[in-house]
């Protein structure tokens, strides 16, 4: 049994090519810089990982109560075509991401649509790429639906509403268009359900722990004892449900954790340092450039952690960095979260197909509004 446990809790390493990337640039760059090797706990930011596996614990805990298994019956019941159900997800993913933020919207949004794939012939690989794009364009809009938000709205020194204010144009016209491209992509044609699988046994039981759980993990959190909410979440699971320590997306965090690392790195390169020094002095179409390419190359929160030390935190750097998450994979962490979840390797190459696509649409989106104001 515990041979079996640990084959379960290890095999994924083994096979994640992205993790096995990630770490041989940590180890070329390590080279470079081989006094910061001690450094590499430091550069981690804990807070982050500690949020993301509580938040992976609690969401395999609700999937694995039935839950979605349910809530997906009831939906396909109500809606009942394809494009409907489409509609419908990604605008709950936009609407979510907004006041929840886009990682959090993605954990309720991408199981729910997973477990559709069971019921229906749902396409829902490529609804699962919509709903990436979803988050990252309605989390566009508030102060707290990102992280890169959080930061550029503590230091612009705008109100709440102001800043809605400001995004809002870049915001309602990507998702305008987001809802378009998704009206056009799946059909009105009737869900075919699927009559040959029966229904989860729905555990009420840990479904109503998941939720105080996830209660008491979020007021951890917002008062910085993210650590300890986590410790509980673990006991809790170790006592009600072991299969959710074991079923989660273990490499995940690996990949978060080597992903920091490997940025503080990049930007610990003596070339690179010097070249930070003139970021001020570029026009402004180059600060807009550089916030969108920075984002391919590290995510859109490391850039923004990056250019607001030399840049004001204005609407320039906020449409920048925003329009930057979408693109590559690695443009939003909220990319990877939806797509690791998604649990296909042929995703990652449409992903990119309809990602590049919004990148160019929302950048120069971006720029015209800029230039419009």
Same mark, same amino acid.
């Given at each position: 049994?515990?041979?079996?446990?640990?084959?379960?809790?290890?095999?994924?390493?083994?096979?994640?090519?992205?993790?096995?990337?990630?770490?041989?640039?940590?180890?070329?760059?390590?080279?470079?810089?081989?006094?910061?090797? &001690?450094? /590499? *706990?430091? =550069? @981690?930011?804990?807070?982050?990982?500690?949020? $993301?596996?509580? #938040? !992976?614990? +609690?969401?395999?805990?609700?999937?694995?109560?039935?839950?979605?298994?349910?809530?997906?019956?009831?939906?396909?019941?109500?809606?009942?075509?394809?494009?409907?159900?489409?509609?419908?997800?990604?605008?709950?993913?936009?609407?979510?991401?907004?006041?929840?933020?886009?990682?959090?919207?993605?954990?309720?949004?991408?199981?729910?649509?997973?477990?559709?794939?069971?019921?229906?012939?749902?396409?829902?690989?490529?609804?699962?790429?919509?709903?990436?794009?979803?988050?990252?364009?309605?989390?566009?809009?508030?102060?707290?639906?990102?992280?890169?938000?959080?930061?550029?709205?503590?230091?612009?020194? &705008?109100? /709440? *509403?102001? =800043? @809605?204010?400001?995004?809002?144009?870049?915001? $309602?016209?990507? #998702? !305008?268009? +987001?809802?378009?491209?998704?009206?056009?992509?799946?059909?009105?044609?009737?869900?075919?359900?699927?009559?040959?699988?029966?229904?989860?046994?729905?555990?009420?039981?840990?479904?109503?722990?998941?939720?105080?759980?996830?209660?008491?993990?979020?007021?951890?959190?917002?008062?910085?004892?993210?650590?300890?909410?986590?410790?509980?979440?673990?006991?809790?699971?170790?006592?009600?449900?072991?299969?959710?320590?074991?079923?989660?997306?273990?490499?995940?965090?690996?990949?978060?954790?080597?992903?920091?690392?490997?940025?503080?790195?990049?930007?610990?390169?003596?070339?690179?340092?010097?070249?930070?020094?003139?970021?001020?002095?570029?026009?402004?179409?180059?600060?807009?450039?550089?916030?969108?390419?920075?984002?391919?190359?590290?995510?859109?929160?490391?850039?923004?952690?990056?250019?607001?030390?030399?840049?004001?935190?204005?609407?320039?750097?906020?449409?920048?960095?925003?329009?930057?998450?979408?693109?590559?994979?690695?443009?939003?962490?909220?990319?990877?979260?939806?797509?690791?979840?998604?649990?296909?390797?042929?995703?990652?190459?449409?992903?990119?197909?309809?990602?590049?696509?919004?990148?160019?649409?929302?950048?120069?989106?971006?720029?015209?509004?800029?230039?419009?104001?």
């Amino acid at each position: 049994m515990m041979i079996q446990a640990c084959k379960t809790l290890f095999r994924p390493f083994l096979h994640d090519r992205f993790l096995h990337v990630l770490l041989l640039l940590a180890v070329v760059l390590s080279l470079l810089q081989p006094e910061k090797i &001690l450094q /590499f *706990a430091d =550069f @981690i930011d804990w807070t982050t990982i500690v949020t $993301l596996l509580g #938040l !992976l614990l +609690l969401t395999k805990g609700v999937e694995i109560s039935g839950y979605f298994d349910v809530v997906g019956r009831k939906m396909i019941n109500i809606l009942s075509n394809e494009r409907a159900v489409a509609l419908f997800l990604v605008a709950a993913a936009a609407v979510l991401s907004t006041f929840m933020t886009n990682d959090v919207a993605l954990f309720i949004v991408v199981p729910l649509t997973i477990t559709l794939k069971k019921l229906t012939s749902l396409p829902v690989t490529r609804l699962i790429i919509f709903e990436a794009l979803a988050v990252n364009a309605g989390s566009l809009l508030t102060p707290v639906g990102n992280p890169q938000n959080i930061l550029l709205w503590n230091r612009s020194g &705008l109100s /709440f *509403a102001h =800043f @809605i204010w400001q995004m809002s144009p870049l915001a $309602l016209i990507t #998702l !305008l268009a +987001l809802l378009l491209v998704t009206w056009f992509s799946f059909p009105s044609h009737a869900l075919k359900k699927k009559q040959t699988q029966p229904g989860s046994a729905f555990n009420k039981p840990l479904l109503l722990s998941c939720v105080v759980l996830y209660l008491l993990f979020i007021v951890c959190v917002d008062f910085g004892l993210a650590l300890y909410g986590l410790a509980v979440v673990l006991i809790c699971f170790l006592l009600l449900s072991r299969q959710v320590l074991l079923r989660i997306d273990w490499p995940l965090i690996a990949v978060f954790m080597v992903m920091f690392i490997d940025v503080r790195l990049i930007v610990g390169l003596g070339p690179l340092q010097a070249a930070f020094g003139q970021i001020a002095g570029l026009p402004e179409y180059g600060h807009y450039l550089l916030g969108i390419g920075l984002s391919q190359i590290i995510s859109n929160v490391p850039a923004t952690i990056l250019l607001v030390n030399y840049l004001p935190a204005n609407a320039l750097l906020a449409y920048a960095v925003n329009a930057g998450g979408f693109g590559l994979a690695i443009g939003s962490l909220a990319n990877l979260i939806a797509l690791r979840m998604s649990g296909e390797k042929r995703i990652w190459l449409t992903f990119h197909g309809y990602s590049f696509l919004f990148l160019l649409f929302s950048g120069l989106v971006g720029w015209f509004l800029l230039a419009w104001r």
